[in-house]
């Protein structure tokens, strides 16, 4: 049975630092392209970050030079370290796992605040 389960999201001052977590279960997450992506309210969900299964890595424009996606394959979990965050992070961000059929995490709320 596929599971994905995100944490690491919480509230943050702008400027501050996370680090999400996508914990994967059923599969190997090194044999698959996997993303995140968030969804802020009253918004479509968007592309944040992915990396394919030889780890090569892409990022939206919002994301560069902030965030950086990451595997431990020992582990079998994804990582989406996010520094210099800005109040527009505000989202909830999930976790993908792309191929037939396409899984989704539960999400984990990151808000951004003073």
């Known amino acids: 049975q596929v599971q994905l389960v995100e944490s690491g999201g919480g509230l943050v001052q702008p400027g501050g630092s996370l680090r999400l977590s996508c914990a994967a279960s059923?599969?190997?997450?090194?044999?698959?392209?996997m993303s995140w992506y968030r969804q802020a309210p009253g918004k479509e969900r968007e592309l944040v970050a992915a990396i394919t299964s030889g780890s090569s890595t892409n990022y939206a424009d919002s994301a560069k030079g902030r965030f950086t996606i990451s595997r431990d394959n020992a582990k079998n979990t994804v990582y989406l370290q996010m520094n210099s965050l800005k109040p527009e992070d505000t989202a909830v961000y999930f976790c993908?796992?792309?191929?037939?059929?396409?899984?989704w995490g539960q999400g984990t709320q990151v808000t951004v605040s003073s």
């Open positions: 993908k796992r792309l191929g037939y059929p396409v899984y």
């Open positions: 059923g599969f190997t997450v090194s044999r698959y392209a």
